[in-house]
């Protein structure tokens, strides 16, 4: 029988010392940092990743159990399963997957967790479907469920679908945490790697107002000269 214990055991045969000792200062564990506490084996992301291919048929009570685990590769582990199986399954379980993903959004509590899976599931999920919750995200007080609300537009952008993307950047465009301005202007960028015109627009209306971080994001595809302009607020 597969147990969250067995995947867990699993993941810290992968572990290595050094890497342990680095991820609490690079995912900002200290008091008073986002990631206050998180605790780490030190597994890298492609042996996570072989992990949850390998274990890519745990149930849902297995998901829910990783996932609720204090370690930082446990969390990040059990959505590495929930995107596999996500891709693979029908419409129906899919909704399945994305309720369950939003009703314990808490727990995907760093940027890699969020990054690694918002796109690839609340994007997909809602492709062609409304987008209103997105907007319930951006709108919280939570700065997970806001990080999520922006990068799940990636999988719109793919499809050059920049609408929500440019809304929910307006929306975050004056939050206070430095993990959104570099989600916004990642996702900026994205945009503008597929129509530099709408970025371009976009920018002229809000670069004067943008945190100089989403700023340096959104314009680091620009040549030298165009992103000194924009620094400088000379566009």
Same mark, same amino acid.
């Given at each position: 029988?597969l147990?969250?214990?067995?995947?867990?055991?699993?993941?810290?045969?992968?572990?290595?010392?050094?890497?342990?000792?680095?991820?609490?200062?690079?995912?900002?564990t200290?008091?008073?940092?986002?990631?206050?506490?998180?605790?780490?084996?030190?597994?890298?992301?492609?042996?996570?990743?072989?992990?949850?291919?390998?274990?890519?048929h745990?149930?849902?009570?297995v998901?829910?159990?990783?996932?609720?685990?204090?370690?930082?590769?446990?969390?990040?582990?059990?959505?590495?399963?929930?995107?596999?199986?996500?891709?693979?399954?029908?419409?129906?379980?899919?909704?399945e997957?994305?309720?369950?993903?939003?009703k314990?959004?808490?727990?995907?509590?760093?940027?890699?967790?969020?990054d690694?899976?918002?796109?690839? $599931? +609340?994007?997909?999920?809602l492709?062609? %479907?409304?987008?209103t919750k997105?907007?319930? *995200? !951006?709108? @919280?007080k939570? /700065?997970?469920?806001?990080?999520?609300? $922006? +990068?799940?537009?990636?999988?719109?952008? %793919?499809q050059?679908?920049?609408?929500?993307t *440019? !809304?929910? @950047?307006e929306l /975050?465009?004056?939050?206070?945490?430095?993990?959104?301005?570099?989600?916004?202007?990642?996702?900026?960028?994205?945009?503008?790697?597929?129509?530099?015109?709408?970025l371009?627009?976009?920018?002229?209306?809000?670069?004067?107002s943008?945190?100089?971080?989403?700023?340096?994001?959104?314009i680091?595809?620009?040549?030298?000269?165009?992103?000194?302009?924009?620094?400088?607020?000379?566009?």
């Amino acid at each position: 029988m597969l147990t969250a214990t067995k995947i867990k055991l699993n993941l810290k045969s992968y572990a290595d010392p050094e890497k342990a000792d680095f991820f609490p200062r690079f995912f900002k564990t200290g008091k008073g940092e986002y990631g206050e506490g998180d605790r780490f084996f030190g597994v890298t992301v492609p042996n996570q990743r072989k992990v949850a291919k390998q274990f890519k048929h745990a149930t849902q009570e297995v998901i829910t159990a990783l996932l609720y685990d204090s370690i930082h590769e446990c969390r990040l582990t059990s959505l590495f399963i929930l995107v596999e199986q996500f891709s693979k399954a029908n419409d129906k379980r899919r909704g399945e997957i994305y309720r369950f993903y939003l009703k314990h959004r808490r727990q995907i509590n760093n940027w890699d967790l969020v990054d690694s899976s918002a796109h690839k $599931i +609340v994007g997909a999920f809602l492709m062609n %479907r409304p987008r209103t919750k997105l907007y319930q *995200l !951006a709108r @919280s007080k939570h /700065l997970w469920s806001q990080r999520i609300s $922006i +990068v799940a537009t990636y999988q719109f952008i %793919r499809q050059n679908d920049f609408e929500d993307t *440019l !809304a929910i @950047s307006e929306l /975050l465009i004056e939050h206070e945490h430095d993990l959104i301005h570099k989600a916004v202007g990642w996702m900026l960028r994205e945009t503008g790697k597929r129509d530099v015109a709408i970025l371009k627009t976009f920018l002229t209306k809000h670069y004067h107002s943008m945190p100089r971080t989403m700023l340096r994001y959104a314009i680091e595809r620009f040549d030298q000269p165009t992103r000194s302009l924009y620094l400088k607020g000379e566009i």
